[in-house]
């Protein structure tokens, strides 16, 4: 299976604040990385697709970026409604597997 | 807009068999894949399986010997079964339309299912 770690796994971070979550596969996946943003209680909501890909309906402030095994997901100019859990996704090869999630809280 | 549901029992006996049911409306069943994704409180996420509207499958090996993924065209629904089921299959259960791709586009609400005496 593809191991999939995320970094860091908390966050603390202010509105306005620009964050960079990074996830690392445990080998090459090329593009084949999604993100998904998590509250509590909620479904998981897909963010970006093919690491890079914008979902639509999704504000322009989400950006993934990285091929191979390194991958970024930034936010720019934090929400208060983007506190929530973001989970990493390999698509690449099955069992498509997911990061542990990183828990981005209000400073 | 597609909306998916997971519907089934919330409490199931140690080794016998979980059953749920998404019923997806505002779209056909009929293409794209269709994938169950389990949760358990407080953790992370894990990839059970999918099935393409054609009846293919594919499952996640940890799983695959206790796993059966179908799907029902006539009635727009797709249905997960996992045997001999442990206190470790307590989890909230996803359902999710999938695209080509594996990125989970369209996720139900989730249920969750405890595996209690």
């Known amino acids: 299976d593809i191991q999939m770690t995320q970094s860091p796994s908390s966050l603390s971070a202010s509105v306005g604040d620009r964050v960079t979550i990074t996830c690392r596969a445990s080998q090459t996946i090329s593009s084949y990385l999604n993100w998904y943003q998590q509250k509590p209680g909620k479904a998981p909501k897909l963010l970006i697709y093919?690491?890079?890909s914008l979902q639509s309906g999704v504000p322009s402030r989400f950006s993934g970026s990285g091929s191979g095994t390194d991958f970024t997901l930034t936010i720019n100019s934090l929400q208060p409604e983007d506190f929530a859990t973001y989970y990493c996704q390999q698509s690449h090869s099955s069992p498509y597997t997911f990061g542990q999630g990183t828990k981005l809280e209000i400073k | 807009q597609v909306q998916l549901q997971e519907s089934g029992p919330g409490l199931v006996k140690p080794s016998e068999t979980l059953s749920l049911t998404c019923t997806v409306s505002?779209?056909?069943?009929?293409?794209?894949?269709w994938s169950w994704i389990r949760q358990p409180p407080g953790k992370g996420l894990e990839w059970i399986g999918y099935i393409y509207y054609s009846g293919i499958t594919k499952y996640n090996p940890s799983l695959k010997s206790r796993v059966t993924i179908s799907v029902d065209t006539s009635k727009n629904q797709f249905s997960l079964r996992l045997r001999s089921v442990t206190a470790a299959d307590t989890a909230v259960y996803y359902c999710?339309?999938?695209?080509?791709?594996?990125?989970?586009?369209?996720w139900g609400q989730g249920t969750l299912v405890t595996v209690s005496s």
């Open positions: 505002g779209g056909s069943i009929s293409s794209y894949y």
């Open positions: 999710a339309r999938t695209d080509a791709e594996m990125a989970m586009i369209y």
């Open positions: 093919a690491a890079s």
